[in-house]
């Protein structure tokens, strides 16, 4: 395998003293105390951590997040319930480090916005707010006949739009 960070010393030394390195340095250990205990500089370390690590970090990530084969697909509710795909409920602490996490969130629409009202959940603010432009539907045809105008396919219409 080649590897992509030629320039970087502690990259070229042998995988052991790497690995050593990377977990001290995952470990949050000061660059001073690093470089007083191996060859590697404190600049050389730091640009190490700064630049080789987080590209690894990042191309680990990458490669994690599109793996398909052993990411489970799983529904965030909006209740917080999680469940896999099929329904079946499993609990946070069961999260996957590779499944896939859908959030689902509610949008709070305006009844008076809604194509189809009767598609709304039937949730007390929708009923409500359906009987509100009922009133105010009913309201306008009165007025309407009152004028003395015909009630055409117009006042079938979004009262609101
Ligand atoms: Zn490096």
Redesign the pocket.
Known sequence: MSNP?QT?S??KAPPEVLAAVNEALRKREKFRDLAARTVFSRATLH??SK???QRAALAEHKARALNPRSGRMVVQWPTGALSLYGNKPIRPEDLLRDDFLFVVEYENIDAAAVGNPRGLSPTPENINRLHDLAIIEDAERTAAKLDGIPAGPSSDSNPVA
């Open positions: 960070y970087c502690i990259c640009r190490h630049k080789c690590l």
